[in-house]
């Protein structure tokens, strides 16, 4: 796979893979003090924000893996 001219760095992308761990944390922290959300709330909360954060987890855990960064070595 050719490395990309333009995009994230390998620092952004750990900075990036650090957000996530510490949003699904706060998140799973925040289903276990204050339990299961009902209704629209379960839709906002394991939905957008689970989505979101293990979305971002999984996308920059490949791009590391895979070594496609801007400043990846050729």
């Given at each position: 796979?050719?490395?990309?001219?333009?995009?994230?760095?390998?620092?952004?992308?750990?900075?990036?893979?650090?957000?996530?761990?510490?949003?699904?944390?706060?998140?799973?922290?925040?289903?276990?003090?204050?339990?299961?959300?009902?209704?629209?709330?379960?839709?906002?909360?394991?939905?957008?924000?689970?989505?979101?954060?293990?979305?971002?987890l999984i996308?920059t855990t490949?791009?590391?893996?895979?070594?496609?960064?801007?400043?990846a070595p050729?």
């Open positions: 796979m050719t490395k990309p001219k333009f995009g994230p760095t390998r620092s952004e992308l750990l900075f990036r893979l650090g957000f996530s761990f510490v949003g699904l944390g706060l998140l799973v922290g925040a289903v276990a003090v204050r339990g299961m959300p009902k209704g629209p709330a379960m839709f906002e909360t394991i939905g957008v924000a689970g989505l979101f954060f293990g979305g971002t996308w490949w791009k590391l893996v895979k070594g496609i960064y801007a400043d050729d």
